[in-house]
Structures are given as C-alpha cells and as structure tokens.
C-alpha cells in the first residue's frame, strides 16, 4: 500500500514540475520573443519557441513560425535539419508568399551536404534536381543566376567523380575501365583541370597499348590547351618518348 502511495505521488509531483515548464503564453508574445532571438543569432532557443506556436497548431502564425524554425536551422548550418522543415513547409503551406524561399534553400541544403567528390554523390544530384524545380517554378526569381551556378558547381563536381574513377581504375591498370570514364570528360569539349589530366591519362594509356597515333593526338590536344602547365611539361616528355620508340622501328 505504501509503494503504491509512493508512485502515485511521484506521477503527481511530475505532472506539476512539467505543467509549470509549459509556456501558455499566447502565440504573438512567444513569437515576439522567437524573432527577437532570430535576430539576436541565437537560433538554438528561438528554434524552441518556433516549434511550441507550430505544435499549436490554432494560430495564423503558424505558417510563419514553420518557415523560421526552418531559417533557424538553415542559419545555424544544419542543413539536414533545415531541409526537413522546408520541405514540411512546402507540404504545408504551399501557396506562402515565401515558398520560393524553402525551394531555392532546400537546393542549398543539399549542396552543402553533398560530400567531397571521391564519395557518392546522391546529394549532388539531388541539389541540381532541387535547384531546376525552383527554376522551373519561379523562372523570373531574383536568384535565378545564383540557382544556375549552383547547378554547374554541382555538375562540375560528378565530373570529377567521373574523373577520381577514371584516375582509380588507371592506377588500378584497368585502363579499359579508366578510359570509360575519362572519355565522358573529353567528349565535353570543356577547358579545364578535368579535361587536361584526362587526356594526359589517356595518352599515356595508349601509349602502353603502343597506339602511338591516339596517343599523339590526345597529348597535342594538352599542349595545345594548356601550354603553360606542368601537364604540358610532362606531355612534351611523354611525346619525346613515343617519339623516340617510333624512330627505332
């Protein structure tokens, strides 16, 4: 009986301890004080009352305090989190008059999760998906040109992914597999760090496979590029040597 007394009095004690850490204030008050923090940088305790108005779920501030928790996560460099909430706005509150904002942010988000080139790049790819919904939703948006960089560093980075590969599978003397990837960067026709590295990888590749004519013509392609790198430099030795097997024949 006494133990069963003691319990009952433990759950009376908590229920009371947690009624007095409920914040009944109305929800223009705590949202005064949320947006006060916003501004003070202080994102950690505004993102608290944020979520306490969106949890009532009875207010017009609703949608506002929604797309600010997700601000706070976003300024705060939590981009996974921030993501979340964006998208819950878009979910929620589609016809916001700053749902432009939660589509471009939810690309920067991805980009910033994306990872470094020689890991996959799930995130990469979905940031370009994101930032090209944005566009297509919003083509006459301020940030159109920002949203379109965005897009060609992401896309500059699968290239690299495709370089890293290309690379590992020559340093792997797979040079079947090496020169399927670093193909893909040539046919592109860019002028770039990518494109030189991988045309010196593919001269040397041929080289061994003693098809000196290839080999030729992609280390022209790299002199004729880049004539003041040190690829270049290593291009002119490589031909130097081609050149040398060729006149022994």
């Not at 108005?53 to 706070?72: G, H, N, P, W, Y």
């Not at 921030?82 to 939660?102: G, T, V, W």
Request: charged share 30%; glycine share 2%.
């Amino acid at each position: 009986m006494k133990k069963y007394i003691f319990w009952i009095l433990v759950i009376l004690f908590t229920f009371v301890a947690c009624s007095k850490n409920v914040d009944n204030r109305p929800a223009e008050e705590k949202m005064a004080e949320a947006d006060a923090l916003f501004n003070k940088k202080k994102y950690t305790k505004a993102a608290i009352l944020y979520q306490d108005i969106i949890f009532e779920r009875t207010t017009l501030l609703t949608s506002v305090a929604q797309m600010k928790l997700a601000d706070c996560y976003y300024e705060d460099d939590k981009y996974y989190d921030a993501r979340l909430e964006y998208e819950q706005m878009i979910k929620l509150f589609p016809d916001n008059e700053k749902i432009s904002d939660a589509y471009y942010r939810i690309g920067v988000c991805y980009f910033e999760e994306s990872l470094p080139s020689h890991y996959t790049q799930e995130e990469t790819n979905s940031a370009i998906n994101a930032f090209n919904i944005f566009l297509d939703r919003f083509p006459n948006d301020v940030r159109k040109d920002k949203a379109i960089r965005y897009i060609q560093e992401c896309q500059y980075k699968l290239l690299k992914k495709k370089y890293e590969n290309g690379r590992i599978y020559y340093k792997m003397q797979d040079y079947s597999a090496s020169l399927l990837y670093l193909q893909e960067i040539m046919d592109l026709g860019n002028t770039n760090e990518l494109d030189m590295n991988s045309h010196f990888i593919a001269a040397s590749i041929y080289k061994y496979w003693k098809q000196y004519d290839i080999s030729k013509a992609h280390l022209a392609v790299v002199l004729d590029r880049y004539p003041d790198t040190k690829i270049a430099k290593k291009a002119k030795k490589l031909l130097f040597k081609i050149k040398e097997v060729e006149g022994n024949h």
